[in-house]
């Protein structure tokens, strides 16, 4: 059993770190929901049934992890003196990496104001171009909400980003487009 947990750890630890990246834009909690999802693996795996891939069922752990903890961090929000360090250090970045930077932190921030639906569907197809099947398995949604939500989401993306500027700097890959 031990063998196995470590197999499946190795396999998908970075799709479910890099899911969670994207979910919280903070690798410290990344780092955290990732642990807090693959201890939930382990306690569950005895009781995987197969009924989908195991991508998507540990996905859809970290989908619920990143959840509880969003709610978790909306009721802490509203404690006097819960504040977030979101600094980070800009020494030895080349310039051209500073301009990347810079626009995946606006597109982060955009991202960030999303409500999680949205984001979880914009992460899945548009960042992690996961098919519409696979999403929907992952967020235990038909297809057809995967698409609508989507769509609905790269919307709202959009209009958020064209009001800092340039919008076609934001493009998702054209096979996700609706």
């Known amino acids: 059993m031990e063998e196995r947990f ?3 750890y190795e396999r998908y630890f970075d799709d479910v770190y890099q899911y969670l990246l994207y979910f919280t834009n903070s690798r410290s909690e990344a ?7 693959f201890l939930r ?7 995987f049934r197969g009924d ?7 996905l859809s752990i970290a989908r619920r992890t990143s959840f509880d903890h969003y709610r978790k961090k909306k009721i802490l929000s509203v404690l006097p003196g819960v504040i977030g360090n979101m600094l980070s250090s800009t020494d030895g970045i080349p310039e051209k990496e500073w301009d990347d930077r810079e ?11 999303l409500k999680p639906d949205y984001r979880n569907v ?5 960042l ?3 098919s519409i099947k696979e999403s929907a398995s992952i967020l235990q949604w038909n ?5 609508v939500t989507y769509h609905r989401a790269i919307q709202m993306l959009r209009r958020k980003l064209s009001r800092k500027g340039d919008e076609t700097r934001y493009d998702f890959p054209q096979k996700h487009r609706l």
Do not use: C, F, H, N
């Open 41 to 47: 693996v382990m306690k569950s795996l005895p009781d």
């Open 103 to 113: 626009e995946w932190q606006e597109v982060q921030e955009a991202l960030m104001t």
């Open 52 to 58: 989908s891939t195991l991508k998507t069922w540990i």
């Open 31 to 37: 780092e955290d929901l990732t642990q807090e999802t």
């Open 122 to 126: 914009v992460i899945l197809r548009g």
């Open 143 to 147: 297809e057809m909400k995967v698409k």
């Open 128 to 130: 992690k171009e996961y």
């Open 6 to 8: 470590e197999e499946v």
